[in-house]
């Protein structure tokens, strides 16, 4: 069985997200400024939390409530892409983009169920 992780930030997942969350940073500030409190605001918001809920569920040390967090952060994945798809249906990003942006998210979604797939093993054997 592998060790714990001593910090969040060695977990190549939460490195992953960290990447989508930057990138997501810099691609609203291509946004329309009136899109500042609405479109940009949600996709940062939803982009962050993948990171946070990884990173919180790793500090609670608990299989079960780490499981929780990852799901959440699962679903702050899906949300991003729907933020996404609502910059491609306003044409703020092109086809092209959207996807590039959706396999990143679909990546960092897999990685997350292998996650939580590795937490379940481990809560088994302990």
């Known amino acids: 069985m592998k060790k714990h992780s001593e910090s969040f930030t060695e977990l190549v997942l939460w490195q992953k997200a960290r990447s989508f969350r930057n990138i997501i940073y810099e691609l609203c500030k291509t946004f329309p400024k009136e899109e500042k409190y609405r479109l940009s605001d949600q996709l940062i918001r939803s982009s962050r939390s993948i990171t946070a809920n990884i990173a919180e569920g790793h500090g609670r040390y ?60 481990s809560k088994k054997v302990n």
């Open 62 to 121: 608990h299989f079960q409530e780490n499981i929780q967090f990852c799901r959440v952060a699962r679903g702050s994945i899906t949300e991003s892409i729907d933020h996404l798809i609502c910059a491609l249906d306003c044409k703020f990003i092109s086809t092209e983009e959207f996807v590039e942006f959706e396999n990143l998210g679909i990546e960092i979604k897999k990685m997350i169920n292998g996650y939580i797939k590795y937490l379940l093993r």
